[in-house]
């Protein structure tokens, strides 16, 4: 019992994970959750591999937002090549923006990889540190522990590149792959060289409430560019448009993190921004049909879709509630 306490974060992440990034989105209907079993070595065990060797080593988010770039890298460059697959899953997701000598769309690659870092990762990881309360920032894994979670990711690595291969029956160019190679070594000698940032004695971190309204703000306007950007702008001016918009958000996300009184109620908030807009756009998409090819839409999926978005916010409430407890114990 003791251990299974001990590791009970990291089960509650094994399965947020999975669940954010395909099912929250609306890529596949909560009635296929089924399909939860296939995500979770490469998600799940993916996003504890990341928290636990980011936590082990006494680094903070920087540390965690590359190693998650790193991690989205990995997938959509090598494992399913979607960064280079010009019809992936029966979608042409490279047109807009396309630079045909490299066979790379900017405008898909930095909103694929966005995905990944914000909510395949980051997200997921914020809402169970949170409900850890004060083992927030502690490893939850031995040793042992952690070799499983890799060796199942490794698995899951192997297994989804096959199946894309055999499903999608593309491969990238070698000089593609050799590049989305280099790109993630690069990312991951990054992550091992940060530092955690030190706390200013300057000024006071914001409330969380307007750390949550700021995240959410960005998210929304994110997944606003991806939806509408195409139909009013030209791909190079949404490009820079979400370089700046990344740029603005990581440089007010430094300056208010790095400010005394910023803990994990403000980490949680801006996960709580993240959720609410996959939330929608879930509901949205599930609501119009717009789920991955082949799967269909059944009545029951815009219950189950809805039932999704609230049980997510229950997590959020428990982690602020536990964030809460844990305050007050460090205050006592």
Not at 167 to 176: C, H, R, S, Y
Not at 283 to 303: N, S
């Amino acid at each position: 019992m003791r251990t299974l306490r001990r590791i009970a974060p990291a089960l509650l992440l094994l399965f947020l994970s999975p669940l954010v990034a395909e099912f929250l989105l609306g890529d596949i209907p909560v009635t296929k959750v089924a399909f939860l079993l296939f995500f979770l070595p490469m998600y799940g065990c993916g996003a504890i591999l990341v928290r636990e060797i980011v936590r082990r080593t006494g680094r903070g988010w920087p540390t965690m937002l590359v190693a998650a770039l790193a991690y989205g890298v990995l997938e959509e460059g090598i494992v399913t090549m979607s960064l280079f697959n010009p019809h992936y899953a029966g979608e042409h997701l490279l047109a807009y923006g396309l630079i045909p000598a490299i066979g790379m769309s900017p405008v898909w690659t930095i909103y694929v990889l966005s995905l990944h870092v914000v909510w395949s990762i980051g997200t997921p990881i914020a809402m169970a540190e949170a409900v850890a309360g004060d083992r927030r920032t502690t490893p939850w894994l031995g040793k042992v522990g952690v070799s499983v979670v890799a060796a199942f990711f490794v698995v899951g690595v192997v297994v989804t590149t096959a199946s894309q291969l055999a499903t999608e029956k593309f491969v990238a160019a070698p000089g593609q792959l050799i590049g989305a190679a280099v790109a993630f070594v690069v990312l991951i000698v990054l992550a091992v060289f940060l530092r955690p940032v030190a706390a200013s004695r300057t000024g006071n971190a914001p409330s969380p409430w307007l750390v949550g309204v700021a995240g959410t703000a960005f998210a929304l306007v994110f997944q606003l560019f991806d939806r509408y950007g195409q139909a009013v702008l030209p791909a190079w001016l949404t490009t820079v448009a979400q370089v700046l918009l990344w740029a603005g958000f990581l440089t007010i996300a430094a300056i208010w993190s790095a400010r005394g009184g910023w803990d994990g109620r403000h980490v949680l908030a801006l996960a709580t921004g993240a959720i609410l807009n996959y939330g929608w756009i879930g509901v949205l998409r599930v609501a119009t049909g717009g789920v991955i090819k082949p799967l269909q839409v059944t009545p029951a999926d815009l219950v189950g879709q809805v039932i999704l978005v609230l049980l997510m916010l229950a997590v959020i409430a428990w982690g602020f509630r536990r964030q809460a407890a844990a305050r007050e114990l460090v205050a006592a």
